[in-house]
Every structure is written in C-alpha cells, then in structure tokens.
C-alpha cells in the first residue's frame, strides 16, 4: 500500500469519517507496523458516526385521529398503559425505528398540551413507559444483521440514563461478541458511564483479554488507567504475552501498565 493511502486511511480516521472496511484496513496496518498508534487521535472518544435519531419536534397539528384514539383508550381503561399501546401487534419490536421515534414524539405533544394536573400526575408514569419501550428498541436493534442498526441501539442506550442490569449486560455482549469494531467501541464508550459500579467495572475488566481489535485494546487499557483499575493488570499482562499483538500496541499497554501501579 503507498504511503499516500495510508496517510489518506489516518486522515479520514482521525476526521472520525473511516467506514467499517477502512477500520479492518487500518487495524492490519497497526499489526504490520506500518501505522504509529500516535498518529491516530481520540480513540477514547466514541465514534461520531453513530445514526442518532432525534425526537421530532411535537406540532400542535398533531393528528386529531391520534388523540381520539388516546381517549378511546382512557375510556376503556382505569390507566392508559403505554406499554400495551405499543404492545399491539403493529407497535411490535419489528416495527421501524422511525416509526417508534416518531409515535414518542406524538405522545410528547400529547403531554405538552395536556392541563397540568393531569401532567403532573402522569408524567412519572409516561418517562417509565418511554424507558421500557427504549429498553426494548434497544434490545432488539442489537440482535439485528446491519451493523448501523445495531449502532443505533448502542446510541439509543445512551440516553436512557440510569440503565437496567439487562442493558449494561447486553452491552458488554457487544462489547465481547460483535464482529464490527465501531459497535464495539461505541459500546465500549457508553458502558464508560457505568463503570462505577462494581459488577460492570469487573466485566470490564475481563473483557480486556477477549479483545483481538488494537482500537479495543487501547480503548480499554486507558479507561483502566482513568479507573486506576489495578486488579486490570493481569489482563492487560496477557496482551502483552501475546504474540500477535502488534508492537505499537504493546508499548500504549505498558505506558498504561506503569500509570497504574
């Protein structure tokens, strides 16, 4: 490969701009020896190239038929249950994201125009809703085949706040299992956020051996030096003792080793 291309490859990295088959690219080039880890920045930023999907503005032309369908259902029921509005067959998991977005956007605007007494009153009741039907998105994005889907559960977990045992522990599937680097890291880079807590903060720490990305292992071996995690060191010893990792690699992993202890 002519150094034009390679230094294209960095460039377009570092503009965080690189598609999946650039990412495999420039790993073989860190194992080669032919690309200097230095010459790539932020690998503890997350990947900007995660699809976000923003809630769309509520209107106040929202459909009228939405809101009678609303009112049918508190007619009906003591408790209109969000849970089971979307429970319906054509609200499945199966339905299109955009979809999904767009139906929390409505009820968004439902709320925003709603008296207040009845806001107050159920508004603890719809954030709970809106973090189960999110939960559920989540979880069912990442057992998709397309990488982007499951890059949109991994953003979707992001801002779900003070995430269940079922998400972190889905997440650190990902961060383990997935085949795509940039899930990985952006998994990676969510799960930051909880690693506080002892449990993820462990599994955490056995992930680092499981990792064969250099982008992974670099990632994880500076979040232990931002925990000083030192019961990492073990783990981070095993990378070193592999034969295989590339010696760029190895020399971030004992910069960080020493940090540690």
Do not use: C
């Amino acid at each position: 490969m002519s150094t034009e291309r390679i230094q294209e490859l960095i460039e377009k990295y570092n503009a965080q701009q690189a598609d999946p088959a650039e990412m495999k690219l420039i790993e073989k080039l860190i194992e080669e020896g032919l690309v200097d880890i230095a010459e790539l920045h932020g690998l503890q930023e997350m990947e900007d190239q995660l699809v976000r999907m923003d809630l769309p503005q509520p209107s106040l032309k929202l459909d009228d038929a939405f809101y009678h369908m609303l009112a049918e259902e508190k007619r009906k029921s003591s408790g209109f249950s969000w849970k089971a509005f979307f429970a319906w067959p054509e609200f499945a998991p199966r339905l299109a994201f955009a979809s999904v977005t767009l139906l929390l956007g409505l009820a968004a605007g439902f709320f925003l125009r709603a008296p207040q007494p009845q806001k107050d009153q159920q508004i603890g009741v719809l954030t709970q809703e809106v973090s189960d039907l999110k939960e559920m998105m989540m979880l069912s994005l990442l057992e998709k085949e397309s990488a982007t889907d499951r890059l949109k559960a991994v953003s979707l977990s992001e801002d779900m706040g003070q995430a269940s045992q079922k998400v972190t522990s889905a997440l650190l599937q990902t961060l383990n299992h997935d085949d795509n680097v940039n899930v990985r890291l952006a998994a990676l880079d969510v799960l930051k956020a909880y690693s506080k807590d002892s449990k993820v903060r462990e599994e955490l720490i056995r992930s680092i051996s499981k990792q064969d990305s250099p982008l992974v292992q670099i990632s994880l071996a500076e979040l232990m030096v931002e925990l000083q995690a030192k019961s990492s060191v073990k783990e981070l010893e095993k990378i070193l003792r592999n034969e295989n990792t590339p010696t760029d690699v190895k020399k971030k992993i004992r910069e960080s080793i020493q940090v540690i202890i």
